[in-house]
């Protein structure tokens, strides 16, 4: 599985928007990018996930770069809520597991 | 619709115990997947199954642990004569057959098995 490169933390007030960046040089064609997050004391929850397009949801927007080979995770207005490791992955479309390779991911910190 | 549910939610063996936990995956969802998380450390895939098959055990130790997925039934994670380095969170997630959103996983909320 190609790698991600996350920076290990970051901070953030609440009610701003963040930016999450994640860095996959190594990337391939056939690889989806997805966002996990875990909130202390729970499993990883889904975030969103993209190809090449940007993309939105009821969460967050992914931003994808022409090139594929960064991306970053776009949390318009965050919450206290909203303090979690978020976790980038690169998952083969095509593969023939599926699993999720986790990384170190981003300690986001919201701060009051 | 229930999500993945996990039991025990916390489960305390002494050491040379043997530790059974359990995963009912999403309704509909024959796929699923074992992850571990040691303290302080990432999350680390351990076993994939589909039912009755174990379909990439590569992140399984070679000793002491099992799975299993039967026809009927939740899935079961099998840890025999625990030692206190098999102490940790243990997750479960599954995903529908492949074809429909199979690139989202759902996780269950974990056991936290504590070894004496």
């Known amino acids: 599985d190609a790698k991600t490169t996350q920076p290990n933390s970051m901070e953030s007030n609440e009610e701003e928007p963040v930016h999450l960046p994640c860095n996959h040089s190594?990337?391939?064609?056939?690889?989806?990018i997805h966002w996990y997050r875990q909130l202390p004391s729970q499993g990883p929850e889904y975030v969103i996930h993209?190809?090449?397009s940007n993309v939105n949801n009821r969460m967050a927007s992914l931003a994808i770069a022409e090139d594929r080979k960064s991306s970053t995770l776009i949390l318009h207005r965050a919450t206290l809520r909203d303090a979690a490791v978020y976790y980038c992955?690169?998952?083969?479309?095509?593969?023939?597991?599926?699993?999720?390779?986790f990384g170190q991911g981003t300690t986001l910190q919201v701060k009051p | 619709n229930a999500g993945v549910m996990q039991n025990p939610r916390h489960l305390v063996r002494r050491r040379g115990q043997e530790a059974r936990l359990r995963c009912s995956p999403v309704?509909?969802?024959?796929?699923v997947y074992w992850y571990r998380q040691l303290p302080e450390e990432g999350l680390k895939f351990m076993v994939y199954?589909?039912?009755?098959?174990?379909?990439?055990e590569s992140g399984m130790p070679k000793e002491r642990f099992s799975a299993e997925f039967p026809k009927e039934g939740p899935s079961i994670l099998r840890i025999q004569q625990v030692v206190r380095g098999d102490s940790a969170a243990y997750f479960c997630?599954?995903?529908?057959?492949?074809?429909?959103?199979?690139?989202?996983?759902?996780f269950g909320s974990g056991t936290q098995l504590s070894v004496l």
């Open positions: 997630a599954s995903s529908p057959p492949r074809g429909r959103g199979r690139e989202k996983l759902f």
């Open positions: 190594t990337i391939s064609g056939t690889d989806y």
């Open positions: 993209g190809l090449t």
């Open positions: 992955i690169l998952r083969d479309r095509i593969g023939n597991t599926g699993k999720l390779i």
């Open positions: 309704k509909g969802h024959s796929h």
């Open positions: 199954l589909q039912k009755e098959n174990i379909i990439d």
